[in-house]
T-cell receptor, first 114, second 112 residues
Framework: AQKITQTQPGMFVQEKEAVTLDCTYD???????LFWYKQPSSGEMIFLIY??????QNATEGRYSLNFQKARKSANLVISASQLGDSAMYFC???????????FGKGTMLLVSP | DVKVTQSSRYLVKRTGEKVFLECVQD?????MFWYRQDPGLGLRLIYF???????EKGDIPEGYSVSREKKERFSLILESASTNQTSMYLC???????????FGNGTRLTVT
């Protein structure tokens, strides 16, 4: 069984600072994928970044990067230069080999202050 | 761009009613999903479908059923709505296993 743990219910950061959102996972599979989604107050789920378990480089997408530490089974999201529009709920998710479904964590609410 | 459309943004139903939540995607994706989102619990998978007329139970299928008569449409059915089914329901579709899920905007269902 796969499990995703996000230990931070809420995080606060000031505008222009970097912030790290934690995600740890548990799986016995060797091949898997890790995803991060953003959900603003409007409710839509926005895909941010993907990391495959065999990818040697950490994934990056603009201001988002994924700090992937395979041995520690962690896949933390780093947001550089936070903006007010980054205030949202953030979900970490995982997909195992041959599966189409995603298992989600409980989410972290990020608030960015001016 | 993939478009996943959920027919209702907000829905209010009475206990015992039969409720249909509709979802349509326009990208010919084979896989479609229904998740439920509750505060503090994240997203939980109710049902998914990998082909027309095929369905698989997710983690919390009790009290729900689904229908996939056409590839683009995946319906979630609450046979007899109960107050504990008050929640946000999210539909999603998937192109391939290394691809992200594409979500609709969600339906916030209140059962009174």
């Amino acid at each position: 069984a796969q499990k995703i743990t996000q230990t931070q219910p809420g995080m606060f950061v000031q505008e222009k600072e970097a912030v790290t959102l934690d995600c740890t996972y548990d799986t016995s599979d060797q091949s898997y994928g890790l995803f991060w989604y953003k959900q603003p107050s409007s409710g839509e789920m926005i895909f941010l970044i993907y990391q495959g378990s065999y990818d040697e480089q950490n994934a990056t997408e603009g201001r988002y990067s994924l700090n992937f530490q395979k041995a520690r089974k962690s896949a933390n999201l780093v947001i550089s230069a936070s903006q007010l529009g980054d205030s949202a709920m953030y979900f970490c998710a995982m997909r195992g080999p041959g599966y189409s479904t995603l298992t989600f964590g409980k989410g972290t609410m990020l608030l960015v202050s001016p | 761009d993939v478009k996943v459309t959920q027919s209702s943004r907000y829905l209010v139903k009475r206990t015992g009613e039969k409720v249909f939540l509709e979802c349509v995607q326009d990208m010919d994706h084979e896989n479609m999903f229904w998740y439920r989102q509750d505060p503090g619990l994240g997203l939980r998978l109710i049902y998914f479908s990998y082909d027309v007329k095929m369905k698989e139970k997710g983690d919390i299928p009790e009290g729900y059923s689904v229908s996939r008569e056409k590839k683009e449409r995946f319906s979630l059915i609450l046979e007899s709505a109960s107050t504990n089914q008050t929640s946000m329901y999210l539909c999603a579709s998937l192109q391939g296993l290394n691809s992200p899920l594409h979500f609709g905007n969600g339906t916030r269902l209140t059962v009174t």
